[in-house]
Structures are given as structure tokens and as C-alpha cells.
Antibody, heavy 122, light 110 residues
Framework: EVQLVESGGGLVQPGRSLKLSCAAS????????MHWVRQAPGKGLEWVSG????????GFADSVKGRFTISRDNAKNSLYLQMNSLRVEDMALYFC???????????????WGQGTLVTVSS | QSVLTQPPSVSAAPGQKVTISCSGR????????VSWYQQLPGTAPKLLIY???KRPSGIPDRFSGSKSGTSATLGITGLQTGDEADYYC???????????FGGGTKLTVL
């Protein structure tokens, strides 16, 4: 059974940093691209970032480009999102999602975690 | 403001059929596959349709997808109260080089 479990969310002040993690199990992690998708309270889904199976290719939404970094450790079956210079508008539930291919671009998202909540407030 | 446009809400009676539209442009829906996701209250999204009209294993054939030009449609027949959820369309935007979603449609089964 595919499982994705996010962690690392919490309350952080504007301008500070936070690192999210996603632990994957139930599939061959290094065969798939992985993504972060977020959902602000009461709002819709927003794609944040994606990474290829080998970390060679990454992509970011314009809203986070230059502030967020995505990475993965295939030996640990883990995905990460380093979030710097956080803003109030980054407050959301952050989902880890498995991509449908190895290269992330043009993926659909076939499995999702339950999300980890990031609250940005002073 | 979402890149893809969906109606905020739709409703229908149990047993009836409903369609949810998703409108975009040539840089996204017009030239890329569309997927659809169901988000039941308080849960994570779940893949319903991929590659415009394919269903993952375990998704009943009451759910269908189609695409024409720069628009896509999700159809649900034989509505059940358990279908009450938010539904999102998604695709990739070649101009933005980013994944994009619709704003979501809340389905109410009256």
C-alpha cells in the first residue's frame, strides 16, 4: 500500500524558515517524481514544486521561486521542502504527492499524503 | 484567481447525473492532459481521472472525463450522498512551466 506521511509543519513567524518532510513507503520511491501541493485554509489546490526521480530536474511555482527548495533522499525514501523567507500567504496545508512519471513535468498526482499544516503568523 | 476556471458549485438529486466544467487555454488544457481529483471533507485529494478520460483502478465507471479544445468536463452519474465533495481539475501550463488547478467545484447531492 502506498503511503505518504508529511511532517515538519507548525507555527512560524514571517521571514523565518521551515523544512517539511515526506516519508514514502509501499512503492519503489526512486522510480517516481514527487511533488508538493498546498491548500490555503478554505481555498483550492496550488501546485508548489516537483522533482524528478534523480533530483536532476526541479520546478517551482512563481509564487515560491527563489524562496523554496525541493530535494529528496532516495536512500531514505524521503522528500523535503525547504521554505525560506516565509510569508503570511504561504500559510496552508502542504501535501506531498507522487507523480505519475519519473520526470515530474506533465505529471498527474496519483497518491497524496494527509498534509502538514504551516501557519505563518507573528 | 486560478488559471483554470470551474463553477464554484453544482448540485443534483441522488441518482441523477451532473457535469463539472473546467476551462483553460491553449497553453494548458489545449495541449496537455487533464486530471480530476475528488476531495472529501477533511481529507486529502484523490485521483479520479487522468489523461483526460482514464480511470485509476478502483474508481467506478460512474465517473467519466472528456476534453474538447481548451475545456474539460467531469461527469458523474448515479449520484450518491457520498459523492458530496470538492472536485478539482488539473493540468500543466506550458507557458508557466508549472502545474495548475481549477478553483474547485463543490458538489452537493440534494
Amino acid at each position: 500500500e502506498v503511503q505518504l506521511v508529511e511532517s515538519g509543519g507548525g507555527l512560524v513567524q514571517p521571514g523565518r524558515s521551515l523544512k517539511l518532510s515526506c516519508a514514502a513507503s509501499g512503492f519503489t520511491f526512486d522510480n517516481y517524481a514527487m511533488h508538493w501541493v498546498r491548500q490555503a485554509p478554505g481555498k483550492g489546490l496550488e501546485w508548489v514544486s516537483g522533482i524528478s526521480w534523480d533530483s536532476a530536474i526541479t520546478g517551482f511555482a512563481d509564487s515560491v521561486k527563489g524562496r523554496f527548495t525541493i530535494s529528496r533522499d532516495n536512500a531514505k525514501n524521503s522528500l523535503y521542502l525547504q521554505m525560506n523567507s516565509l510569508r503570511v500567504e504561504d500559510m496552508a496545508l502542504y501535501f506531498c504527492a507522487r507523480g505519475s512519471s519519473s520526470y515530474y513535468y506533465l505529471d498527474y498526482f496519483d497518491y497524496w499524503g494527509q498534509g502538514t499544516l504551516v501557519t505563518v503568523s507573528s | 484567481q486560478s488559471v483554470l476556471t470551474q463553477p464554484p458549485s453544482v448540485s443534483a438529486a441522488p441518482g441523477q447525473k451532473v457535469t463539472i466544467s473546467c476551462s483553460g487555454r491553449s497553453s494548458n488544457i489545449g495541449n496537455n492532459y487533464v486530471s480530476w481529483y475528488q476531495q472529501l471533507p477533511g481529507t486529502a485529494p484523490k485521483l479520479l481521472i487522468y489523461d483526460n478520460n482514464k480511470r485509476p483502478s478502483g474508481i467506478p465507471d460512474r465517473f467519466s472525463g472528456s476534453k474538447s479544445g481548451t475545456s474539460a468536463t467531469l461527469g458523474i452519474t448515479g449520484l450518491q450522498t457520498g459523492d458530496e465533495a470538492d472536485y478539482y481539475c488539473g493540468t500543466w501550463d506550458s507557458s508557466l512551466s508549472a502545474g495548475v488547478f481549477g478553483g474547485g467545484t463543490k458538489l452537493t447531492v440534494l
